[in-house]
């Protein structure tokens, strides 16, 4: 089993700045991918970005390119999110996941953090 804890939520003014944080424990020596991912009140949740650990390969949804930057500390087992320039379109839940092959969907999810943007 893995478990994964996010942190670094808050609330922050349009165009503000927060870094999120995943920590992973557990068997984490079978990782292929951590991802963000995030969920807004009556909305369904959508990916965000995710990092491959062996290369470190990002990916971004459209929404976030050039705004948030996800990167990985091997030695911590740990996964950032830095969100710049945010918008009051980014509040939602986040949320990391965990999936141990490429092959599989992402199996292990954190409890989630608030990220709040006011206007």
């Known amino acids: 089993q893995v478990q994964l804890v996010e942190s670094g939520g808050g609330l922050v003014q349009a165009g503000g700045s927060l870094r999120l944080s995943c920590a992973a424990s557990?068997?984490?020596?079978?990782?292929?991918?951590t991802g963000w991912f995030r969920q807004a009140p009556g909305k369904e949740r959508e990916f965000v970005a995710e990092?491959?650990?062996?290369?470190?390969?990002?990916s971004y949804a459209d929404s976030v390119k050039g705004r948030f930057t996800i990167s990985r500390d091997n030695t911590k087992n740990t996964v950032y999110l830095q969100m710049d320039s945010l918008k009051p379109e980014d509040t939602a839940v986040y949320y990391c996941?965990?999936?141990?092959?490429?092959?599989?969907?992402?199996?292990?999810w954190g409890q989630g953090t608030q990220v709040t943007v006011s206007s």
């Open positions: 996941a965990l999936r141990s092959t490429r092959w599989v969907p992402y199996q292990y």
């Open positions: 990092i491959i650990w062996s290369d470190g390969v990002t």
């Open positions: 557990g068997r984490t020596f079978s990782r292929y991918a």
